[in-house]
């Protein structure tokens, strides 16, 4: 198949330790197979089957979205109430749990709150607003993190616990997690060498906080990636997530009414429409429409498909017509981020799989 082919090119080239790809048509998996490495140091060891990932900002709309839908299906939330309802501090912004949900809000992409060790919360106090909220689509980890918050106290409950019992438990999901067990570390694909593309971020704009930081310097394994998450306790509701092809599979099925289980067709509706129709980004609960003037999809998925990539190199795409899943596991940041274009990778994967695959 010419996809494998151009799987095994990237791995020689490096681009990659190794990939695991899983495609799926409606409740049927048409191919699930891994191809290259777990982990090329210290030592390489193959990628076998259900290795579990970090699978970064998946976590936005499989967790995150998907509890906030859930909890405004059960009239615990509303898409228009602003912020400043749950925190005081952010009263006088304006923002709505729509625009967090949608990158609508104006909030930064990333800020480093671990570095000022003090409650997130507080330190809210040292972000300002890149635009008015509902002037133009920011991907914001910001705007996820302070959803995060949101959902905890809304529900005075653990984000972790939520999540488990609202997601995994009831899709009777046996290697996804938010927090991976010690026992199963070694299974999970590891990504950098420490936070060093953090570090390089952090010393550009607050280099007396970060030389004053004590950075993870090890091969980072079993621990989620995202710093703001790793020092949030495992998870902030922007990244976190662990998992493997086959669990994300099943979490998937839940995004389409022929074969969800949780939420009801009305609500699944939010993750299909479009929020941001006049911007070049479109925007739905959680996702990204591949009608957006750039995205990872590519010409070969349909307009109306929505997806996200994870920045350690995951990605997940569905398609509203057909019902096909496309779900590509790799830990491209294992063991240094590399500048890399990697949507153009996954748009020429995606073409390829459609082609081989008959899709």
Not at 137 to 147: K, Q
Not at 247 to 267: A, G
Not at 319 to 341: A, C, D, G
Request: with cysteine.
């Amino acid at each position: 198949m010419k996809f494998e082919k151009r799987i095994q090119l990237l791995i020689h080239k490096k681009v990659i330790p190794g990939i695991s790809i899983l495609v799926g048509k409606k409740d049927n998996i048409l191919l699930n197979k891994n191809y290259g490495f777990k982990s090329i140091t210290p030592g390489r060891e193959i990628l076998k089957e259900n290795t579990i990932y970090d699978l970064a900002s998946l976590t936005k709309p499989l967790i995150t979205a998907f509890l906030t839908v859930y909890l405004l299906e059960n009239e615990k939330i509303n898409l228009n109430t602003e912020i400043g309802k749950f925190f005081k501090e952010f009263k006088p912004l304006n923002i709505t749990i729509s625009q967090l949900l949608t990158h609508y809000s104006g909030l930064p992409t990333w800020f480093p709150f671990y570095l000022y060790k003090q409650d997130y919360i507080k330190t809210f106090k040292f972000i300002r607003l890149e635009a008015r909220p509902g002037k133009r689509v920011n991907y914001s980890c910001v705007g996820y993190i302070l959803l995060y918050l949101i959902i905890e106290k809304i529900t005075n409950t653990n984000f972790k616990d939520l999540a488990q019992n609202v997601i995994i438990k009831k899709l009777k999901l046996k290697n996804t997690f938010l927090r991976v067990p010690k026992a199963l570390r070694n299974n999970t694909a590891p990504t950098e060498q420490g936070n060093e593309y953090e570090k390089k971020l952090s010393k550009k704009k607050y280099r007396k906080l970060s030389d004053n930081f004590k950075w993870r310097d090890y091969i980072i394994q079993g621990e989620t990636h995202d710093a703001n998450s790793f020092y949030l306790g495992g998870t902030a509701g922007n990244a976190g997530l662990f998992s493997t092809t086959e669990d994300i599979f099943k979490i998937l099925l839940e995004f389409f009414p022929s074969t969800s289980t949780i939420l009801k067709p009305e609500s699944i509706k939010l993750f299909w429409h479009n929020f941001t129709p006049l911007k070049k980004s479109h925007r739905t609960i959680g996702f990204k429409l591949n009608s957006s003037f750039l995205s990872s999809g590519g010409k070969s998925l349909s307009k109306r498909s929505i997806g996200h990539n994870g920045f350690t190199g995951t990605s997940i795409w569905l398609e509203p017509e057909t019902e096909n899943k496309f779900i590509l596991l790799s830990n491209r940041v294992h063991p240094k981020v590399q500048n890399i274009n990697f949507n153009r990778i996954r748009r020429r994967i995606h073409k390829l799989l459609k082609s081989d695959l008959n899709l």
